[in-house]
């Protein structure tokens, strides 16, 4: 992931799509990156969006990354979030929950460290059908369906803003793929004009609400406390 980040295209749109998010929040306010990887989305809503970031990050390389990009931030579980309660103005759990076996006791934190008014963003694999050997390879538990992440959010006294789809263009594609058992477990970058291509797709799709609406591959949650 540390060495894909920066150019694959998943990636990126993906920080674009955070970054719109990160845009109604205040330079100064406090956010945690739960499950922060190698840094890069605190990196963006530290330096573009001047948030004051705390990375939370399990795996001991992710917190050696986020070191070496002079991040503040702590090896810690998600279901064990080591702050006082109603501290945060902001959380993101991006490609987190599906990770976690006890994903009910970790959005019960990270609802708990949000101060009220505070917002989350959550993004989750969507839709159990669509399981493959990518999501053994990057070790998820399970996808979700729609009910079942807006149910997980709510019971946790959180009130959803919005719920969309993303990657709702290249739905078919992954259900093809699925049905064939094809393997689409490789992370590299696609060839230079295939991810550019790809980028652009994507973008274009994340700048229209109605793409939103449709079956996509991955669940957007917006909520707040």
């Known amino acids: 992931m540390a060495n894909n980040e920066e150019q694959h295209w998943w990636f990126v749109?993906?920080?674009t799509i955070l970054s719109k998010w990160a845009t109604q929040l205040e330079a100064g306010c406090a956010v945690l990156d739960v499950g922060a990887g190698a840094g890069r989305q605190s990196i963006l809503l530290k330096e573009i969006h001047g948030?004051?970031?705390?990375s939370l990050e399990l795996s001991s390389a992710g917190v050696e990354y986020c070191e070496a990009k002079n991040l503040d931030v702590i090896?810690?579980?998600a279901t064990k979030i080591p702050f006082e309660n109603e501290i945060f103005d902001g959380v993101?759990?991006?490609d987190i929950l599906e990770h976690i076996p006890d994903d009910q006791l970790a959005v019960q934190e990270l609802a708990r460290v949000m101060k009220h008014g505070a917002s989350l963003f959550v993004t989750v694999p969507a839709f159990p059908f669509?399981?493959?050997?990518h999501d053994e390879k990057v070790s998820h538990i399970r996808r979700y369906r729609k009910s079942e992440?807006?149910?997980?959010v709510e019971n946790n006294g959180l009130k959803i803003v919005n719920t969309r789809y993303w990657n709702s263009i290249l739905f078919p594609i992954g259900v093809i793929t699925r049905l064939l058992s094809l393997d689409n477990s490789k992370m590299t970058v696609p060839p230079r004009p295939l991810n550019q291509?790809?980028?652009?797709?994507?973008?274009t799709e994340a700048r229209y609400r109605i793409f939103g609406k449709l079956p996509g591959i991955t669940l957007i949650i917006e909520a707040k406390k």
């Open 13 to 15: 749109v993906r920080r």
């Open 51 to 54: 948030l004051a970031v705390k």
């Open 75 to 77: 090896q810690a579980d």
């Open 92 to 94: 993101i759990a991006m």
């Open 130 to 133: 669509l399981w493959s050997k």
């Open 149 to 152: 992440i807006e149910s997980l």
């Open 197 to 203: 291509f790809l980028k652009k797709l994507t973008l």
